[in-house]
T-cell receptor, first 113, second 112 residues
Framework: DTAVSQTPKYLVTQMGNDKSIKCEQNLGHDTMYWYKQDSKKFLKIMFSYNNKELIINETVPNRFSPKSPDKAHLNLHINSLELGDSAVYFC????????????FGPGTRLTVL | GQNIDQPTEMTATEGAIVQINCTYQTSGFNGLFWYQQHAGEAPTFLSYNVLDGLEEKGRFSSFLSRSKGYSYLLLKELQMKDSASYLCAVRRHGGSQGNLIFGKGTKLSVKP
């Protein structure tokens, strides 16, 4: 069974469009994250949600909005897509009560044309 | 601020031992993680150190010196499948629970 899943795996779209990426975890974790990995493979935190509350926003443009309907899901909505948004986006989850590792989803490769 | 440095690339021979170093400067240090990432795949957790010393897990070991801001990942009996990027990540205290700051990764190539 997949622990952290994301859909879609690939997303190709035009500049200016709005798109969403979905993430679900079945590990019972209370914290979920979104990371962006650029073409140079640098992995950078974007958002973190703990018990459905945003606790990090690392200066990400407000075109990016995370939405967490419950603690097993953290979706990422992106408005007015730009060329520079092309990257691989990873969802991850962890349990905050223990210093546990973060478990990553398979990633969504976003290409903006 | 925070800064994490690790070599960009390394090459080693199958069956050998390789050590990947990571140095960091950060406030509120609360542990160091190593992740493995194969090309086109997600990072997977390898090890975690929060106290000084060596943590061993099979062929992989990780060492931490908090006073020196230094860690290394030791891979023994290298196999071809160990060719991957190895990411050092530092966790911080504070309201951003579990906040990980990643280094840029070390791409390891294992040759026959």
């Amino acid at each position: 069974d997949t622990a952290v899943s994301q859909t879609p795996k690939y997303l190709v779209t035009q500049m200016g469009n709005d798109k969403s990426i979905k993430c679900e975890q079945n590990l019972g974790h209370d914290t979920m994250y979104w990371y962006k990995q650029d073409s140079k493979k640098f992995l950078k935190i974007m958002f973190s949600y703990n018990n459905k509350e945003l606790i990090i926003n690392e200066t990400v443009p407000n075109r990016f909005s995370p939405k967490s309907p419950d603690k097993a899901h953290l979706n990422l909505h992106i408005n007015s897509l730009e060329l520079g948004d092309s990257a691989v986006y990873f969802c991850a989850s962890s349990q905050s009560s223990t210093p546990s590792a973060q478990y990553f989803g398979p990633g969504t490769r976003l290409t903006v044309l | 601020g925070q800064n994490i440095d690790q070599p960009t690339e390394m090459t080693a021979t199958e069956g050998a031992i390789v050590q990947i170093n990571c140095t960091y400067q950060t406030s509120g240090f609360n542990g160091l993680f190593w992740y493995q990432q194969h090309a086109g795949e997600a990072p997977t957790f390898l090890s975690y150190n929060v106290l000084d010393g060596l943590e061993e897990k099979g062929r992989f070991s990780s060492f931490l010196s908090r006073s020196k801001g230094y860690s290394y990942l030791l891979l023994k009996e290298l196999q071809m499948k160990d060719s991957a990027s190895y990411l050092c990540a530092v966790r911080r205290h504070g309201g951003s629970q579990g906040n990980l700051i990643f280094g840029k990764g070390t791409k390891l190539s294992v040759k026959p």
